[in-house]
């Protein structure tokens, strides 16, 4: 972690909310200073101890839901308490409770907030909007709050709530708020309620509305039913809490297993992502190997990005895509009457990239004559373009790639030995993903939220069948085939689990010998189903999976390795 947990209570020390950040265990990682304010308990004897045995008297009224249960929070929970500090006072609160998730999509904690609600409560009960005193006590609470009529128009906008959103009351007074804050705002606030149309029900959440400069910004929205004399419902009342600085917390937590938009734990990939700042400190020439679909690309564009040379240019070539004429002018440009047709100077790809970097992909196909010029400006910073007698000077990175062995090309003299000697100076090998399997649960997170984020659709979950086929699958075509995979099951389905018909034809056809064991392996077959729905139960928890199963947990261990299941 970027930031040790003292740090991150001093970032929400800031912050009027109260919040108490737990580890899976509910031990006690950080307290800010509201919470000690609210409970009456110190930093000092808090952290490092286990909430129940901390709070239990206090905040959760003698009863742990975590030691009756052992369930781990995975949704994010809202609830109204009674909080008694050390005094016995009793204060009314509202406690929302939130999972923290790791980059593979488990669960490493939960962080609990705190809001004294109390007096805020007792004034919504006496509401009247023409009530100046009302107002300027409303303005002078430190969230956001908006009221609406029943025709979901703006009635009331408070200082903070302009401040938040950029919007002045001017523009959103006797306005429809969902003309301002977004699709997104109206799908998870008022169309899940109900409003208006006459449900009108309680609801918290987080979600993104767009501000006026046209951000979307992360906020807890709370939406309350504002009823008459006669119980019916006149309106709502809707408290915007800034996230901000939680999702700045969020992002500045990186996790180990991640390299700009590279994942991996494997230690092949952990190797690889030691590398990356070595070489692209320096200007050698540095070559990718690696299956096709392995991200080769990925890798230069971010060894490039965390060079010296980040300011400039990295221009690609694909080394296989234009024959040799074409490629060696496409390369190196030409002068004028070098050719037919060509009437004016035309600078080739090295120049374009001048004092930035060239990504030679598929390296493997550039043609023997080519080979010889390439090699003249790794050794001598310069080149002829085509038709010129005069040099041109380059000043360049040049990465490389190829899904081939040169090694096997420099035997069979299809490739110069003396170039792939200067090309192969820092080499950097991607595994294929067949490989790596331990890597996929945070793959699919990681992609699957991309995905879902650039659709604005909620992200969405993946059921156990089709969870199975993705984990068994060996992607010849690597992470890219498993990009497109989850991209054709996120546009097919509808609701918010893929199943196994949302996959392409060929993947389920892939599948179907393992659907139908024989009789020679199908005891196998069945242990090892019962296996994977021990660890789909417990969350890939091997010591709760390996209880469930009633074996030992380095038993677990060799049965998974038997039945090739990725950990």
């Excluded at 392409?504 to 009789?519: C, D, T, V």
Aim: charged content about 25%; overall charge neutral.
């Amino acid at each position: 972690m970027l930031l040790e947990y003292e740090q991150i209570g001093e970032i929400f020390d800031c912050l009027s909310l109260g919040v108490i950040i737990l580890s899976r265990d509910r031990k006690i990682l950080s307290i800010n200073r509201s919470a000690q304010q609210l409970t009456g308990f110190t930093a000092s004897g808090t952290v490092g101890r286990y909430c129940y045995h901390v709070f239990l008297d206090y905040l959760c009224g003698g009863r742990c839901k975590f030691l009756e249960s052992r369930d781990e929070i995975t949704q994010t929970l809202v609830s109204d308490i009674e909080v008694k500090d050390q005094q016995n006072k009793a204060t009314s609160i509202t406690k929302i409770e939130s999972p923290v998730y790791g980059q593979d999509g488990q669960m490493i904690g939960c962080m609990e907030v705190f809001q004294d609600h109390s007096a805020f409560r007792e004034l919504i009960k006496r509401i009247r909007f023409d009530d100046l005193r009302l107002k300027l006590i409303l303005d002078s609470l430190d969230i956001g709050i908006l009221t609406l009529d029943r025709g979901n128009h703006v009635t009331f906008v408070n200082t903070n709530a302009e401040q938040i959103t950029g919007f002045s009351r001017t523009e959103l007074l006797g306005k429809s708020c969902k003309s301002f804050f977004g699709p997104r705002f109206c799908r998870d606030v008022l169309d899940q309620c109900g409003y208006p149309n006459g449900v009108g029900e309680q609801l918290s959440t987080e979600t993104r509305l767009m501000t006026e400069q046209g951000h979307l910004l992360p906020a807890r929205v709370t939406y309350l039913p504002l009823k008459n004399g006669s119980d019916m419902i006149v309106g709502g009342l809707i408290t915007i809490t800034d996230l901000s600085l939680k999702y700045h917390f969020y992002s500045a937590i990186k996790d180990r297993y991640t390299f700009y938009d590279m994942i991996g734990r494997h230690p092949d990939m952990q190797k690889i992502f030691d590398m990356i700042p070595m070489v692209a400190a320096t200007d050698t020439t540095t070559l990718i190997e690696g299956p096709t679909g392995t991200g080769k690309d990925l890798l230069a564009k971010i060894i490039h990005n965390a060079s010296p040379r980040a300011g400039r240019k990295l221009v690609k070539v694909n080394c296989a895509s234009l024959p040799d004429t074409l490629l060696e002018s496409e390369m190196f440009g030409y002068v004028r009457g070098a050719f037919t047709g060509a009437d004016r100077d035309k600078p080739g790809r090295f120049q374009e990239a001048e004092g930035g970097t060239i990504f030679l992909d598929e390296i493997g196909d550039l043609p023997l004559p080519l080979q010889a010029k390439l090699l003249r400006v790794i050794e001598d910073r310069e080149f002829y373009p085509l038709g010129s007698r005069k040099t041109t000077g380059v000043d360049v990175r040049i990465i490389s790639a190829t899904n081939q062995d040169l090694h096997l090309l420099v035997k069979e003299r299809r490739f110069r030995q003396d170039l792939f000697y200067r090309l192969n100076v820092m080499r950097i090998a991607l595994p294929p993903l067949k490989d790596r399997k331990s890597d996929l649960p945070l793959l699919i997170h990681h992609i699957l939220k991309k995905l879902c984020t650039a659709m604005d659709v909620p992200v969405k979950k993946i059921s156990r069948p089709a969870m199975h086929i993705l984990l068994n699958y060996d992607y010849p075509g690597n992470v890219r085939e498993l990009e497109n995979i989850l991209e054709h099951a996120v546009i097919i389905c509808r609701g918010d689990t893929i199943e196994t018909d949302h996959f392409p034809r060929a993947l389920i056809e892939s599948e179907a010998p393992a659907k139908s064991p024989g009789p020679a392996d199908s005891g196998d077959y069945s242990e090892r189903m019962k296996i994977m729905d021990a660890l789909d139960q417990c969350r890939w928890n091997k010591t709760r999976a390996a209880k469930v199963l009633n074996i030992d947990r380095s038993t677990l261990w060799r049965k998974m390795k038997k039945f090739q299941i990725a950990s």
